[in-house]
């Protein structure tokens, strides 16, 4: 298979970033100094800089599938250590997206391979809330409604960590937030978890999950 195309495009990309901001890629390897860690979805569909209009060195990016934040990844836990403790990121935000098939493996327990155990993580979020989730309509409402769930799960798995728990507790700034981008219209869709201390994060989390129970009232499911 040839490449070719794909240095061209490198090409072009570097050109038209220096051609508007010139001497762009000689301040950029001097430093990175990003404000925002972006833990997000592998899937080819969401190029996390495109989707906010950043630079490289403005997004610090971690992604893996179905965007899981597990305590004992320390692939996830080395980035968020670097990021607050050496790139002084301010926020953290776990980034889900509509359609993710990673999700949808775990909703319907498809065996796809080795990934299967990762997506555990994601079946354990549907399990612990199966009560209201299976009362919402079988398809895309119900995907939907987990692909939420999941980022509200992971967005309380990141405050839990000890890197960001001993942040807050000596008290640097980092808020943690939860967005789900939507394939169909390239929106982000806030999820109202934004978290920025220890003691706030019990509430947050209830109220941004009620916030959710309460959108998907209108199809007739009990809150």
């Known amino acids: 298979m040839k490449l070719d195309s794909l240095f061209e495009n490198n090409r072009a990309w570097a050109r038209d970033?220096?051609?508007?901001?010139?001497?762009?890629?000689?301040?950029?390897?001097?430093?990175?100094?990003?404000q925002y860690l972006w833990i997000g979805c592998s899937d080819s569909r969401v190029p996390a800089n495109?989707?906010?209009?950043?630079?490289p060195g403005e997004l610090f990016v971690h992604r893996n599938v179905?965007?899981?934040?597990?305590?004992?990844?320390?692939?996830?836990?080395?980035?968020?250590?670097?990021?607050?403790?050496?790139?002084?990121?301010?926020?953290?935000?776990?980034?889900?997206?509509?359609?993710?098939?990673?999700?949808k493996a775990a909703m319907q327990n498809l065996r796809i391979g080795i990934a299967d155990n990762w997506l555990r993580h994601v079946q354990?979020?549907?399990?612990?809330?199966?009560?209201?989730?299976?009362?919402?309509?079988d398809g895309p409402i119900r995907l939907d409604a987990l692909c939420e769930l999941n980022v509200l799960e992971q967005s309380l798995n990141v405050c839990q960590t000890t890197v960001v728990q001993d942040a807050w507790a000596r008290g640097q700034e980092v808020v943690v937030h939860g967005w789900v981008?939507?394939?169909?219209?390239g929106l982000i869709n806030d999820m109202r978890m934004s978290v920025a201390s220890a003691d706030a994060l019990a509430?947050?989390?209830?109220?941004a999950l009620d916030d959710l129970r309460q959108r998907y009232a209108a199809h007739g499911q009990s809150v």
Request: a negative charge; hydrophobic letters at 40%.
């Open 17 to 34: 970033i220096e051609s508007r901001s010139p001497g762009f890629f000689t301040r950029l390897q001097q430093q990175q100094s990003p």
């Open 50 to 55: 495109e989707i906010v209009g950043m630079l």
């Open 66 to 103: 179905a965007n899981v934040v597990v305590h004992s990844d320390l692939n996830c836990l080395s980035v968020m250590e670097f990021a607050i403790d050496s790139l002084q990121v301010k926020h953290i935000i776990v980034v889900g997206h509509y359609g993710c098939s990673g999700v």
């Open 124 to 137: 354990d979020v549907r399990n612990q809330h199966r009560d209201w989730l299976y009362q919402l309509p």
């Open 181 to 185: 981008y939507g394939l169909n219209n």
């Open 203 to 207: 509430g947050v989390y209830a109220q």
